[in-house]
């Protein structure tokens, strides 16, 4: 029997070191990236996140102040919910157009 020679050839994973550093350059930075499958993937990120530099003090606040801004300024989101759309308190809490409300 042959031994399974696409073991041998199979690219490193990325170390725990390039991981945790990604997810700081990420941090510094305000960005996203893709998990990397290989250590060479890994180190490719690496280099992008690092040419991207360091957000700024300045730029993390502004940033800060206008999601808090938007968030005050906008009552009628579409996400919140409202008082007439449920019923009950707590743990009895449902929604007024629960279809099971309406065959009671």
């Known amino acids: 029997m042959k031994p399974n020679t696409s073991a041998r050839s199979a690219k490193p994973p990325p170390t725990r070191n390039q991981l945790a550093y990604l997810r700081s350059l990420a941090n510094r930075s305000e960005t996203t990236f893709t ?4 250590s060479a ?9 690092q040419a991207l530099g360091e957000s700024s003090a300045a730029d993390r606040t502004r940033e800060q102040r206008a999601v808090q801004r938007d968030l ?23 929604w007024a157009s629960d279809a099971s409300e309406d065959r009671r």
């Open 41 to 49: 993937q890994a180190s490719a990120e690496i280099k992008r996140l």
């Open 35 to 38: 998990y990397p499958r290989t």
């Open 72 to 94: 005050a300024e906008r009552p009628n989101d579409a996400a919140k919910v409202r008082f007439e759309e449920t019923r009950g308190y707590g743990s009895s809490a449902r």
